[in-house]
C-alpha cells in the first residue's frame, strides 16, 4: 500500500492567462466556468446558466455570482452540451456543439446586450489549442478522448496503447517520469484500481495478460503528472484514470471480434526467414446501452471473452547427439541441445518409481483465458442531483511454466540449452468484482457541489497446480546448466492473495465571489490474506547422470521424493493477514484575481492506520536509530 508521512503537504500554485484551462478537478466528471457581462463590460450578478448534456437531456443550473462569475462543477464528459445564459430585460446568449473533455473546465465569456426576448448566438471565436501556461493549469496532463479511442491503432487493445502518448511516459505505457509502474495510481471512475499489494502488475488481471475492463466500455483518459490539486494524491509517478461509457436517450450498441494467428505474422526480419510459432487469439465482445426513462434513466453493458493458445516451449529437443551439438553450435534454428532420449528417460523414471508422470515435453500449449463484464446505470434524480453506479467482473486465468530464474542453476527459459516439462508449470488466476457509487448534488441556489463516492473491490489472486500428484521440484542439470526441471512447481502450492478494500470521499466546493474553496475527506481500507509456501513439497538439484542413479528404487542413497513430498504437505499451510488503513484530510481555495491570474492555496494531511498488531522485536525496540 502507498502511504505518506503523518505530516500535512502544502502546494501552492500560480498561472498565467491562457486559452481553454485545463482544470485537475475531480477524476470523473468536467466543469463549465465562465464569466457574464453587460454591452458595457460590468458583471450581471443572478443571470441564469443552463448547461444541457443533450445526448441525455441532464441539466445543470447556477446563478452568476456578484462578479459576474459562474462555476458549474461535477458535469459529465462528453457532449455535446448547449449552454443557455439569460438575465431580464437581455438578450439569451447560446453556445452549442461544446464537448467537455475528463478533468478539464470548459472557459465561456457571454457579453448580453439588452433586448428582451431575442436569442444572440456565440459569435466569440476561440483558438482550438490548449494553453500551456493558464491560469487553471495544475500540472502536466493528457487527456485520451473517445475519438482517440476510437480512430488510433493498437494490438493489445489496452490502455497502455494510449497511455504512452503522455510525453513523459517509457517502459510501454506504464513508467511515467522514470518511475517505476507500482508508483501509479490507477482508477476506474474515480476509484481504486492497482493492484494494491504490489505484485507483479500495478493492475489488477496483469499477471494473466488480461485488461481489468475492455476498451470497449472506456470513455476517457486521464495522466496526470504531479498535479498541483489536493484533491489528487497517491502516486508520485502519475494518476491515470479511466472513465467508463454511460447510457444516452439513443439506443446504440457495437460487436466486435479479433483474430489473430501466426499466418497473419510477418515471416522475415532484415530479410532472413524465421520461423513463427503456432498461437491463436480470439477477442469477441458487445457493448449495449440506452434510456430506461428518458431523459431521467440509462444503462450501459459490455461483454468481453478473451482466448488465447501459445506454444508451451518454441524448440524441439534434438533426436541424436550429433543434432545437439549442432544447436549449441548455432547450426540450426529451433533445435535445443536437451536430446528427446534423456527427456523420455527422464519421465519414464519418475512414472516407474515415483508413479509421477511430469507430463509432455514437446507439441503443448498453454492457455489465455478472460472474461469481463460491466454494467453501469445513471440516474438524473433532478436537475440539483445525479447518481450513477458501476459493476465490474473479471474471470482470468494463464498458463505458463515454471518461474525463469528464481532460485535455478540457470535460466529455466526453454532454449537452446533448456526445455521443460508441462506438469512443471502453474496456472495463475486472476479475479475481480467491484461496485463504485457516485452521488453529485447541488444546492444552496448554486452556492454549493458536493461529490461523494463509495466504492469496494475484491480480488482474487490464486495459483493451481496442473497434477494431482505432487513431487519436490527437481532443477536437472547438464554441466552445471539447467538441462530440464521436473516437479511440483516451487512457488504455486498454496499460493493464494485475497485483497478487499474500501474507499469513501466526500469532495464539498463553496463559491464565494472570487473564490472556490473545498473540503475533503478520503478514506481507504486495505485487508489483505497472503499465502505463500516456498517449496513446500520440496526442492532438489541434480546434474543429469545423478539424477538417474538417485531415482534408482532399490539402490543404495536412493531419494524417496514421496515421502518429501508428502511431509510437506503435511506442514501448516503459511498464510499472513494484513488490515491497513489511510485516512486523508484537505482543504483548498482557488482565488480567481483576475481571468489571467489565479492563487490556489491547499493543504493535505494523510494518516495512514495499522489495524493489525505486529509482533514486537525486542531488538529493533532497543535499537538506538538518532
Known sequence: ??????????????????WQPTLAQGVTTSAIKGLVLDAKGQPLPGATVLAVHLPTGTKYGVGTRDNGQFDLLNLRIGGPYEITISFVGYETFVERNVQLALGKTYETRAVLREGAGQQLEEVVVRGN??????????????????AALRSLPTISRSQEDFTRLTPQASGGGLSFGGRNPLYNNFSLDGSIFNNSFGLDSPTPGGQTNSQPVSLDAIDQ???????????????????????TKSGTNSFKGTAYTYYRNESLIGRKVEGAEIDNPSLKFNQTGFAFGGPIVKNKLFFFTNAEFTRQTDPGQTFRPATSPAEAQAALNGQLNGVSRVQQSDLEAIRQRLISSYGYDPGAYQGFNYRTYSDKLLVKIDWNINSNNTFSVRYNYLRSYRQQGPHPIAIAPSSRVPGVNTLQFANSGYTINNNLNSVVAELNSTFGRGKFSNKAQVSYSAFDDYRELPSSTFLPMIDITLGGTTYTSVGTEQF???NTLTQHILQLTDNLSYFAGKHIFTLGANYERFKFVNGFNLQRYGYQRLELSDFFVLTQRGQPGFLDLNAQATAGGQAPIKQAATDVAQLGLYAQDEFQLNPAFKLTLGVRADIPIYNTTVAPNAQVAAANFL
Open 1 to 18: 500500500m502507498k502511504q505518506t508521512l503523518l505530516a500535512p503537504i502544502v502546494g501552492i500554485v500560480i498561472g498565467v492567462a491562457a
Open 129 to 146: 489549442r490548449d494553453g500551456q501556461i493558464n491560469p487553471d493549469r495544475t500540472g502536466a496532463a493528457t487527456n485520451i478522448g473517445a
Open 221 to 243: 483518459i486521464q495522466v496526470s503528472i504531479a498535479p498541483y490539486d489536493v484533491r489528487q494524491g497517491g502516486f508520485s509517478g502519475a494518476g491515470v484514470n479511466a472513465v
Open 492 to 494: 504455486s502450492a498454496n
